[in-house]
């Protein structure tokens, strides 16, 4: 299978732990994309990465939380001191701009955290 | 900055029955548009988008449709079958400028979650 991945699948956490994410690209993508989407909505931006620079990150992105994508391959998203409010479903995308064509996200499976 | 509109919330048809879908949107320098669909407990799969250079564009039994003046976009899919249900996003993404190059984040709708009924 060579679309984006994300792990863990599911994550069930007390408030005020740290949860981290994982999300592995299309291997040939060089941009990546955090979103986040609760319950009814569709999905929000977090933040963005061009290799391995963290280019925007979303007002929604709170202290609490830090991203990286340290070799700009795979990418890690942290969530300290967990609230009730974080819970929800984080989607990870990536795409590849080639001159001429349009810079189409594909999404991951996303993990879907609750906070207890 | 963006801000996209997406109406019915929800949609109910017969099989073999066409559905539309609707999205406005607010900045005018938006200029791709896609379209996804999302089933439970899986991500948003790309189903088919347009550019704003194009009016119109087809594949199979989906459509969509660009009126730029309106700043509105519509999702049209025919002949539908059960397989279609699912909860459908439109999306509309502005170019932004940072560390030298350009890239586009998303604006999603609220969705709609569409039904076909056997």
């Known amino acids: 299978d060579t679309g984006v991945s994300q792990d863990p699948r599911h994550k069930i956490t007390k408030r005020g732990q740290n949860v981290t994410f994982r999300c592995d690209p299309i291997?040939?993508?060089?941009?990546l994309y955090w979103y986040r989407q609760t319950l009814g909505q569709g999905p929000e931006f977090l933040t963005y990465?061009?290799?391995?620079?963290?280019?925007?990150k979303s007002r929604l992105l709170s202290d609490r939380f830090s991203a990286e994508r340290p070799k700009g391959s795979f990418s890690t998203l942290e969530i300290q001191r967990t609230e009730q409010g974080d819970s929800a479903m984080y989607l990870c995308?990536?795409?590849?701009?080639?001159?001429?064509?349009?810079?189409?996200?594909?999404f991951g499976p996303g993990t879907r955290l609750t906070v207890l | 900055g963006e801000n996209v509109e997406q109406h019915p919330s929800t949609l109910s048809v017969q099989e073999g029955d066409s559905a539309v879908i609707k999205c406005t949107y607010s900045?005018?320098?938006?200029?791709?548009f896609p379209w996804y669909k999302q089933e439970l407990g899986k991500g948003p799969q790309l189903i088919i988008d347009?550019?704003?250079?194009?009016g119109e564009k087809k594949d199979q039994r989906i459509a969509v449709t660009l009126n730029k003046t309106a700043k509105h976009f519509s999702l049209h899919i025919t002949e539908t079958q059960p397989e279609d249900s699912a909860v459908y996003f439109c999306?509309?993404?502005?170019?932004?400028?940072?560390?030298?190059?350009?890239?586009?984040?998303?604006?999603f709708g609220q969705g709609t979650i569409l039904t076909v009924h056997p």
């Open positions: 995308a990536s795409s590849s701009f080639t001159s001429g064509r349009t810079d189409t996200q594909y």
């Open positions: 291997s040939e993508h060089n941009r």
């Open positions: 990465f061009q290799n391995e620079a963290q280019l925007e």
């Open positions: 900045d005018s320098a938006s200029n791709y």
């Open positions: 347009i550019r704003s250079n194009v």
């Open positions: 999306a509309a993404r502005t170019n932004t400028n940072a560390g030298g190059t350009s890239y586009g984040k998303l604006t």
